[in-house]
């Protein structure tokens, strides 16, 4: 049997297989043999399907078991592609234009009731198409789906790299030091190196400062004026209604020491809030003296250098803290004070009467 030769679209002359036209003659002559043909043909393709499942499930694949599968699927692949273009032939047909039609003419525009109609259409149509649909293909339209919803994820993230790059990518010069442990190291070096008196000190550092390039100057600014610029910005809008529960007193308290413009206190003047009003109770100064004066008097002054603090020479309370708060409330009947009120004003350079702290304060002693 010779293969025929037959007129494509495109004018070539494309040769028919045999078993094309011992099939087509089979249909003309004998339609039930043909019949038969379809359901061997049928049963056929169902046994490649199963196999192809079967050997696709296992985990460990043999290389034989492998190279079927490579063949089952490219074949599938071949039959896949002639049927699409069988059908793309057969829809290019030369399309029909109508005799006074215009192309710029609007479509009519689709009304509420025509999108819910086609909205319903495609909701059945889709029920039906998951009904007939198997375990096996909505497994691999899941895995298809979240593999490109994974590429598209990656590309966002290659496409917003290079932004984020721009904004959080600081220069080798910008960048501190990585550890507060390397940052005292030399800090340490350091000042053993700068003098040692207060004026010399602040001399020498401001002179460093003024001669400095204009980006450090911007990066000791940036360091050292941050909170005084964050806390400020928030009364440089003239047009900011401010009110009295917005402010508290703690927060103001904390912005004025921040406050080297002034700007706090201006904005504080337009709100004209009052001052807070003072209790009667409240404990006076006078009398607060008069408590820290009689923790001075009754301590004693501890000769060694080692105690000495900014807040003056060491003294040694000569009593515990309950004897202290009797004998003063001895002296003093007319003054109300809590027990942890006298604490409180208890003078920093004081130290406590301990078991362990037994030391000999005696001038004889120490010359």
Excluded at 53 to 61: C, D, E, G, H, T
Excluded at 120 to 128: F, L, P
Aim: hydrophobic share 25%; net charge positive.
């Amino acid at each position: 049997m010779e293969a025929e030769s037959v007129d494509s679209q495109d004018g070539r002359k494309q040769k028919k297989h045999r078993s094309t036209i011992w099939r087509e003659q089979l249909k003309k002559n004998n339609p039930q043999k043909y019949k038969q043909y379809l359901e061997k043909q049928k049963e056929h393709s169902k046994t490649n399907r199963q196999k192809l499942k079967s050997i696709r499930l296992k985990k460990n694949k043999t290389p034989e078991e492998e190279q079927v599968c490579k063949n089952i699927l490219e074949n599938l692949r071949m039959r896949q592609a002639k049927l699409r273009q069988r059908k793309k032939e057969k829809t290019e047909t030369p399309i029909k234009v109508k005799i006074g039609s215009n192309k710029n003419t609007k479509s009519k525009p689709s009304t509420r009731k025509n999108v819910q109609t086609k909205r319903e259409k495609w909701r059945v149509a889709k029920a039906k198409y998951r009904a007939n649909t198997s375990n096996y293909k909505k497994r691999w339209v899941k895995e298809k789906d979240k593999n490109r919803k994974k590429t598209t994820k990656d590309d966002e993230k290659k496409m917003q790299l290079p932004k984020l790059k721009q904004k959080t990518e600081k220069s080798h010069d910008m960048i501190g030091y990585k550890t507060k442990q390397s940052l005292w190291n030399k800090a340490s070096s350091v000042r053993q190196q700068l003098p040692t008196t207060p004026r010399k000190f602040v001399d020498l550092l401001t002179h460093i400062i003024k001669n400095t390039t204009p980006r450090k100057k911007d990066a000791i600014y940036e360091q050292l004026i941050q909170k005084e610029k964050k806390y400020a910005s928030i009364f440089m809008r003239r047009n900011m209604a401010f009110t009295k529960d917005l402010l508290d007193r703690n927060t103001l308290r904390y912005l004025k020491s921040y406050d080297r413009k002034n700007i706090v206190r201006k904005a504080l003047k337009n709100l004209k809030i009052q001052p807070r009003k003072t209790r009667k109770d409240k404990f006076s100064k006078t009398k607060e003296n008069l408590v820290k004066s009689f923790f001075l008097r009754t301590a004693r002054v501890l000769p060694q250098k080692r105690y000495t603090t900014k807040y003056g020479p060491g003294y040694s309370l000569q009593m515990t803290l309950t004897a202290a708060f009797k004998t003063f409330r001895d002296e003093n009947p007319t003054i109300k004070l809590s027990f942890s009120k006298f604490i409180s004003l208890k003078p920093k350079c004081v130290r406590l009467l301990t078991k362990n702290s037994v030391e000999c304060v005696c001038l004889s002693y120490m010359f």
